[in-house]
């Protein structure tokens, strides 16, 4: 590699420089390409004053071998068509009515607890908060999630967030959780969700109380309409994740979801259907032969604790909508299989370390479907063996 330097004999003699002087590298590894590099000649200060370096970046050599992993859950597998739905006696927390509920507790803001059997909050401000409590006390080792409706009449998940946490006597049990990513956030038509009880970070203690806050960052005033809040008796949504063994990483560069159905071609008189099968028969409000998921199935990437994104998908057009695009298509005249991509423009890292996940919920019946399974491709780092 050659490196030109044009620099002023004057500048070495000096102790003191206040520019910075451009170094152009030609070329990479000897080849000659056109691409330059750059490097920068900058001052930097000592005892003795200011003198001249080079100020360079250094990264890592990493090697990747191409792979391709699957989501998998240590109960099903890879195969995402499960049935998951609920059943069995709720503990319902509040069904419209209040009936036989737990106590709704205005705390700040302006809730209305019997709104048309609903309950609403209007222009929230940041904070607003109400409490449901229950006469007696709970065991969640007898129950698997929180279920509920929710519309968003006025919202933006930039400034709001619904912020859901269980309790005992007053105090706080288990782990708070974002109710934005569990929902479609664009969604403002009704819409249901479900929060598996491990994300509350609670299995088998006991509480008594849900408390619900509202955070405003800014904007508009959030308005929100609650429904039919319960905690599930049988029915346990099913994570599946993309594992990683501690310490390697997968560099995902994208996302492949693969369903099959036994869905045929609308399309009628065709002397040859599957040479002359299109994608035009699909229906963008369903997932092949399976209506629109009435909780839908939650793709999150979480870190440090922390939510990174969530999608909530129930329909093909929404998964589209999310930035999917439709990749393999084509169908037997009795089947139809479909893979969707998700591409990403950097690549997202996936590490081996508990808290680093990339994952998948199924919170309804997706038996309907032939197939499901979800991956992810890229690169898996090799650590230079």
Known sequence: ??????????????????????????????TGGAKILEAHVHPFPTNS????GLVTLTHPFIQTEPSTEFFFNSSFGIAMNQNVTFSGTPEVIFDGTDSGAWTS?????????????????????????????????????????????????IYSPVNNAIIIQFGLAGVDVGDSVNLNDFIDTGDFTEQSFAIPKSNFDISSETVDDMDITIIRLGGSKPTIKFDDFQIEEIGEPAIFSLN????NSLHITELVFTYADALVSEKTGL??????????FLSYDAILGVSALSNGFVITRRKAGGT??????????????????IGELFTDNANTFITLRVVFPQPLILTGKPDDTLTVTINDDMSGLLQF????RGGLESNGQ
Do not use: P, Y
């Open 271 to 280: 002397a040859d259907a599957t040479e002359a099968f299109t994608n035009d």
């Open 105 to 153: 507790t205005l705390v700040s803001g302006i809730w209305d607890f019997a709104d048309g059997g609903k309950v609403t909050i209007t222009t929230a401000e940041n904070l607003d908060n109400a409490i449901w409590d229950d006469t007696g006390t709970i065991n969640m080792s007898g129950h698997t999630a929180l279920t509920g409706k929710i519309d968003l009449d």
């Open 244 to 247: 990683v063994d501690q310490g």
């Open 49 to 52: 004053g200011q003198h001249i």
């Open 308 to 325: 990174l994104f969530s999608a909530t998908i129930r329909t093909l057009g929404q998964h589209i909508s999310a930035g999917a695009t």
């Open 1 to 30: 590699m050659r490196i030109w330097l044009v620099v002023c004999f004057i500048l070495f003699q000096s102790s003191v420089c206040f520019s910075e002087i451009q170094v152009n590298i030609a070329g990479i590894q000897g």
């Open 373 to 376: 399974t979800a991956a992810g």
